[in-house]
Structure formats: C-alpha cells, structure tokens
C-alpha cells in the first residue's frame, strides 16, 4: 500500500513523490511535505514555531503563544480559525457566524480508489491506487469534515475531495467549500496559468506571484473559455525538462475558484475548488455536501513530465469511455461547411466524399431539429425536422451508415430558445429572475437543469432520438454563459445552491446517458473549449478544443491545452480556407498536420475540395490510421513554445518505450536568408539507432544520443506557413 501510517503521521508514496501530512498534539492535520519522494521521516521538524504578533492561538494551544494557525500549513484551513490567509471553508454552523474548527478524530484506508456520490472522480482497481480517509470534527458542535485522498502510485498523482457532514439536529449553512489546499513553506514560485476568451481559449500564461493574493476563478457556471480549472505552480528555474513543478486540476464543469497567497512569513498557499461567488448551500440533519474531486501531480523533472502525470492518469483512470483505447473514428462535421443552411442530399454528398476518402463518421451538426434554420430558434425542441432533411433521421442514417460510415448527432440539450414550443409551453423551466428581463447569449436561456421534470424531458428527448437511429456519437453543446440565474423550485434564501446544483443535473443526465450508451462517443463542446475541464473527460473520452479552426492561432490553444489535458481528448479538425475565424490562407497539409495533434477529423464540404486536396487529405487519413498507436497513447513534448519562437512550433509523440517517434512542425514565420532551424528529439533511446523520414522522404540514419542532443536541422519553409513531419524508428 502507497500509505504510510506511524504515529498519526501520514506519508503518501507515489513512484516518484511523498506527500505527507500530520494530526498534532492538538488535533490539528498539518501538511508537513509534498514534493520529490523521500522517506517517511516526520517532517513537521521543519516547521518554525514562533510567539509571532497578532497570530492568534487557538485555545487547544493553551498557554503556548507560539502555536497559530494563521502560519502552520494545513491541509484544510477553514475560516474563523485565526487563520487569515485563503482557506477552504465556510460554515455558519448556527450561531450566525463562519466560525468552525476542525479536529482530528480517526482515519482509515482502503484498497482501491474513493468514488464521489454525483461527481465525476478519477476511478481505480484495488491494485491501481489507494484511498486515505481522514475524519476531522468540529470542537463543539457533531459537524464532521471527511479528506479524501486518492494515491496513484504509478502516475504520481494524488486527488483530494472533501464531504461536510451534519450530524447536527439543527441546519448548517456553508458559503465556501474548496477541495483542497496545498501550503508550501516557501515563496518565489511561478504560476502558471491558462486564460483566454471564445476562440481563444487556454492560452499559457506564466507570472511571478507576489506576497498577496492572485486569484483565478469562472463566475460563469461554466468552467469557461476565459480561465481553465487546471493551475501548475513552478520553481522560476523549472523548464520543460527540469524542475519542480505541482499541478492542480479541477474535475468540475461548473463555476470554480483558485487563489494563491504568499503570506507574511513568505510561504505560499494554493487553494482550488468551485465558486464561491454566489454560492450557499443548506446542509440539513443528516445531510452531507461532497466537494469536486481536485487531482494534484508533482514533478521534479519539469513540465512535460507533470504533463505525461496528467495524460497518462486521465487516460488510465478518469476518462471511462469504451472508446477510450481504441481508435478515434476521423470524421466530417457539417458545421463550418454548411452552417444551418443543408438537406439531406447535401449531407448525403459530403458523405459520399468521406466515404470515398476513408473517413470513419458523419457528424450532423446544428439545426437539424425543430425550428433551426439560425441561432434565434428552435433549442429544446428536439424533434427531428424531416422536411429539412427530406426523410426520417432513421434514413438519413441508415444511408450514411450504408456508405460505410458511422453516424454522430449534435445536441445543445441545457438550452431553450424563447422562440420555441419548449418556451412556450414551459416559459417556467428557463433560468430567468420572475418578473426581470433575462440576460440572453447567442440569443437563448438556460434550462433549469436543478428541475426534475426538465431532466425527465432532456433525457426523454435524447434517449428517443437515440432510440431511433443508429447514432455512435454525440457532440454536447453549451453556448452561453450562466447569468443572472433563477429557479423557480428553490426557495429563495437557497438560490445560492443553484449553479451547483445545475452541475449536479447536468451529470445525472450525462451519467444516465452513458449507462444507457455505453458504446456512445461523446465530446464534449461549449462554443469550442469552453468547457474543457478534467470533470468533463469523465464522460466525454474528447472536447471540441475551440470554434477557432485557424491552423496558427490553433498552435497556442492547443499548446496550453496539452499542459493538462491528453492530446486524444483535444478535438482537431482541418477546415476551409480563408479560414471562418480569422481569414487566414494556411496549406492544406498545414492544417492537417496541426489537426493531427489532436483528434483529427475534417469541417469543410468535402464535395467541393480540389483533387488535389482530396489527394493530401488521403495521406494525412493514411497517416493518421497508421500513427495513431503514437498520437494517442505515446509520450507527448513540447518541443518549442509558440508563445516564445516565432519562427515555428514544433511538438513530438515519442512511442513510451522509445522505439518510434513524430514530430511535428509548422512555420509561423518566413525570412529571407534564413538562420539555420534546428529541434532536439526526446524520449528516445540514446543507443537505439533511427531510421528518418521527413514527410515521408528516407532522410538517414542517426542514433537516439545525436537526435536528443545534437538534434536535426528543419528543412527551409518554402511558403507562408509550411509545415513538415518526421518520423523516425528503431531500425529493425
Ligand atoms: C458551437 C460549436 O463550438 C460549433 O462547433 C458548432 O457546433 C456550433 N456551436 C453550432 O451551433
């Protein structure tokens, strides 16, 4: 078992870490060590206790001045404890007040892996992980604080999760609840972050923190485009190779919030769970409230390997799909090559030249039911539109899967358009404030996804659709933000518990989705990769990763996605140029080689593509069948940044025993007289010796020592945004 226990001294082992925390003489569960693996030695030795000004002492402490809370790491720090810095609860626990303190009272540890009541949560056989319970109790009141941890010793990652427990005979109301906490017992470290807007979304970002707070958080009920749930604090001198580094990931779709705090004594905290904005929460006798789970990994080998903690984790252990080692199909999505403007010829031509190329689905995107022919109607009424389609979906599906092709259906099921039979037979299941005009975005409401009688109708719709035809995948949908939010079914002084609750409803129905599904391949989707969070792979094995299909603009999205996220769930695919967003002419190959650091697929009308394009999209579908092992389960390197060369980016899929390995490269910048451009290989074996191709062109043999240290040079870019690919392979 990865967990260590002496002495009330808890030490988590991972293969290449230790995290150890401690229940003190007075009950309090310090956090005593998390970083490289060392042994378990009780390292509460290091912390300094001082009679510092204006730190207050508990009373458990008696007459010792120099025990306080407000600068002894903790695991759990709540509010009203002396404690000023950020902290992880707040409970009014009837006295009016936040005023709780949590003690130590028992623990226990189980094989296997702890699972969360209605929450996504990382999954585990019994020989995959181990689970550390850890009981803390109020001093007064029978108000019980359960810590969750989750060890996987072989990706390096632990997860933490809390539940709040009355077992009081009166109503306790909470105010925050985070998932956890991270004190570290020094400062100038780096956070790096992932920020950004629609079309742009997780843009990496890398600052300094300073002595204060810095804070990161989505009020939109929505994880968002605008901040990711998934943080890396970093020593300044850690690189992509070398360094400490710990990662904190959210497993939540909804609202969230992190902050970071140096504190007085120069020691920085992090603390990471969901929104805490509008939000309370009612805990009645009897009741529990289950926090979001927050996966944490450590590196000391810098950010690619944090980076592999988290693919090789989620991969394993948190996206469940039965998809999730097989082959991703290729597909076609209609959207950017029709919009809403299609029948069923026209989508049965573009299935026809998918056919014809090898593709693997057709993917019918938006307006294919009710009244949907712009953004302005239609959502709720998810009633097939057979006179658009001029048949049943049945045939329409029936001829596609005909043709040799899978079939896969777009949904948008949490919205409802004013303009719609939906509306106006239930104007009362939209989220809007009675008696105040509502905020709309892209022109529509939000469903009150905390009514039973709306779940009864979205699951009803989507398993009927379901049941009707052959449908293997779904796109979900979600193209606003939440605002100015009402459900009429909560009385009033509990409407701060409705943007959780939303969440809560949206997985019941994802949850029943996939029970009744299991073969179903989701992906996920709000306005592209506004909602791309760890929460979400737990249904969805893939997320559209932006409505930016720019091949360039493409490199920074993608490129801060992978900090956190498995290349197999970013959703990629090749579009039309002047691309939609941005207008910008990229090649064909360009765009195929950026769409193949992902999942791969296409989102133009195949009918209209030039031959010799048809030519190119066969080799990259060729390619992509043959590399695919690589591109999904292989190691993933930043070989550049976007952000800091810009005369190109480069990224590499190296097989994990180092036999093969692609690397990728697209020119952002064209010179006359060119400097020399060169890339340095990893995750190869340095005796091995490789055989090169550049696109596919035998280009000599080298061993894995002179690719990873000497590297290769990169052939000169003959046009605005070339791009080349390199494969190289053990020799037989
Ligand atoms: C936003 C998505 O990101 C697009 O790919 C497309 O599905 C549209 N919605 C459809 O309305």
């Known amino acids: 078992m990865a967990i260590r226990i002496k002495d009330n001294v808890f030490t988590l082992q991972t293969k290449n870490s230790t995290y150890q925390m401690k229940a003190d003489d007075k009950g309090i569960l310090l956090h005593t060590y998390y970083g490289k693996k060392t042994d378990e030695t009780d390292y509460s030795y290091m912390i300094s206790m001082a009679d510092r000004g204006f730190s207050g002492n508990i009373y458990e402490a008696r007459e010792d001045r120099t025990y306080s809370l407000d600068f002894l ?44 009541e209605g929450l996504p949560a990382m999954f585990a056989s019994q020989e995959e992980a181990d689970t550390l319970e850890i009981l803390l109790k109020d001093n007064q009141e029978e108000v019980y604080l359960h810590l969750l941890y989750g060890v996987y010793e072989n990706y390096d990652i632990i997860t933490r999760a809390a539940v709040i427990e009355n077992r009081t005979d009166r109503e306790v109301r909470l105010s925050r ?12 470290m780096d956070l790096i972050h992932f920020y950004g807007r629609h079309a742009g979304e997780r843009e990496m970002e890398r600052i300094s923190l300073f002595h204060g707070i810095t804070e990161l958080r989505s009020t939109r009920g929505t ?29 939540y779709s ?88 299609f029948n069923g010829d026209k989508l049965l ?63 948008e099921p949490e919205m409802i358009s004013e303009d719609s039979d939906l509306y106006r037979n239930h104007p009362e299941w939209a989220m809007v404030v009675p008696g105040r005009k509502p905020i709309k975005g892209r022109a529509q409401l939000v469903l009150d996804m905390t009514r039973k009688d709306v779940l009864d109708y979205v699951k009803e719709r989507l398993f009927s659709i379901m049941d009707s035809a052959n449908i293997q995948y779904i796109k979900w949908d979600m193209n606003r933000s939440v605002a100015a939010a009402y459900s009429a079914l909560l009385p009033r002084e509990r409407q701060g518990e409705l943007r959780h609750r939303y969440v809560l409803g949206l997985y019941e129905v994802l949850e029943e989705l996939l029970q009744r ?54 959703s990629a ?58 591109f999904q389960f292989g190691d993933y390197y930043r070989i550049t940044s976007p952000l800091e060369n810009r005369d ?15 690397l990728g490269v697209i020119y952002t910048d064209l010179h006359g007289n060119p400097a020399a451009q060169s890339v340095k290989f990893r995750g190869l074996l340095p005796e091995g010796r490789y055989q090169m191709w550049k696109d596919k062109e035998p280009a000599g043999i080298y061993t894995g020592a002179a690719l990873m240290n000497g590297g290769i040079l990169l052939p000169v870019p003959v046009e605005n945004y070339d791009s080349c690919q390199i494969y190289v392979r053990l020799e037989e």
């Open 648 to 662: 190109f980016t480069a990224w590499e899929y190296a097989d994990k025993d180092g036999t093969e390995a692609y």
């Open 223 to 251: 994880s968002s485009h605008q901040h990711n749930p998934f943080v890396i604090l970093a020593d300044k001198n850690t690189t992509e190779e070398e360094g400490n580094c710990y990662g904190c990931s959210l497993l």
């Open 177 to 188: 609840v985070l998932s956890a906490c991270l004190d570290m017992d020094h400062d100038g």
């Open 349 to 411: 031509k573009i299935a026809k030249e998918a056919a014809e190329l090898e593709l693997d689905m057709l993917v019918l995107d938006d307006g294919w039911f009710g009244k949907r022919d712009n953004d302005d109607s239609g959502l709720g009424d998810w009633f097939v539109n057979e006179k658009k389609l001029g048949c049943s979906l049945k045939e329409l599906v029936d001829q596609v899967n005909g043709m040799g092709l899978m079939f896969g259906l777009w949904f």
């Open 517 to 570: 599904y299991p073969d179903l391949l989701l992906e996920g989707c709000s306005g592209g990769g506004g909602r791309f969070d760890a929460g979400m792979l737990y249904y969805a094995p893939q997320i559209w990763c932006s409505d930016n299909t720019d091949a360039i603009e493409r490199l920074n999205i993608q490129y801060g996605t992978s900090f956190g996220y498995p290349m197999s769930s970013v």
């Open 573 to 630: 695919h090749v579009s039309v140029c002047p691309n939609h967003q941005n207008g910008r002419v990229t090649p064909f190959k360009t765009r195929g080689i950026c769409a193949m650091q992902g999942t791969f697929g296409y989102e133009l009308d195949l009918s209209r593509m030039t031959e010799a394009e048809k030519e190119e999209a066969r080799e990259q579908i060729h390619t992509f069948k043959e590399r695919y092992r690589l």
């Open 254 to 341: 909804g609202g969230f919030h992190m902050q970071a705090e140096v504190d007085q004594f120069h020691q920085t905290r992090l603390v990471m769970g969901m929104d805490d904005s509008d939000f309370t929460w009612s805990l009645l006798p009897g009741e529990s409230f289950v926090t979001p789970e927050a996966a944490f990994a450590f590196s000391s080998q810098g950010l690619a390997r944090l980076s592999h903690c988290y693919h090789d984790g989620f991969q394993g252990s948190l996206i469940r799909s039965s998809w999730k080692n097989k082959r991703r199909p290729i597909l076609v999505n209609n959207w950017e090559a029709t919009y809403f403007d």
């Open 73 to 116: 790491p903790q695991e759990f720090p709540v509010c009203g404890s002396g404690d000023y810095r950020v902290d992880c609860l707040h409970a009014d626990l009837g006295e009016g007040v936040n005023d709780c303190l949590m003690f130590f009272d028992s623990y226990r540890t189980y094989p296997g892996k702890y699972s969360l």
